[in-house]
């Protein structure tokens, strides 16, 4: 059966960073765009990143944009999110989803068919 797996999340100071993997499972990791969305507190799911299946392009939230970056390990079924420059308001769980919708469509979670547990992100100032 499908997995998605995260790991890396963890408690940060304001202008620090984190790197979150995401192992997948049981499908053929390759053939499907892969996103990254958040929670936070109070609030709904919020796109963060998407990357397709090549990993040949990406889009960004906009408060998210030039400070994440997503990137992709075929060989290794990964995907990873790099986060530089953490704010308190990107404090939520973050989760990897495996995405259907069309490009550039991505941004949408009603478009997620699978979805990992979640691994939570704390900055504090």
């Known amino acids: 059966q499908v997995q998605l797996v995260e790991s890396g999340g963890g408690l940060v100071q304001a202008g620090g960073s984190l790197r979150l993997s995401c192992v997948a499972s049981?499908?053929?990791?390759?053939?499907?765009?892969m996103a990254w969305f958040r929670q936070g507190p109070g609030k709904e799911r919020e796109f963060v990143a998407a990357i397709t299946r090549n990993g040949g392009s990406t889009l960004y939230g906009d408060s998210v944009k030039g400070r994440f970056t997503i990137s992709r390990d075929n060989a290794k079924d990964m995907v990873s999110l790099q986060m530089n420059n953490l704010k308190p308001e990107d404090t939520a769980v973050y989760y990897c989803a495996r995405q259907m919708a069309l490009w550039p469509r991505v941004t949408t979670p009603d478009g997620a068919d699978y979805w990992g547990q979640g691994t939570q992100v704390t900055v504090f100032s």
């Open positions: 049981g499908y053929i990791f390759s053939r499907y765009t």
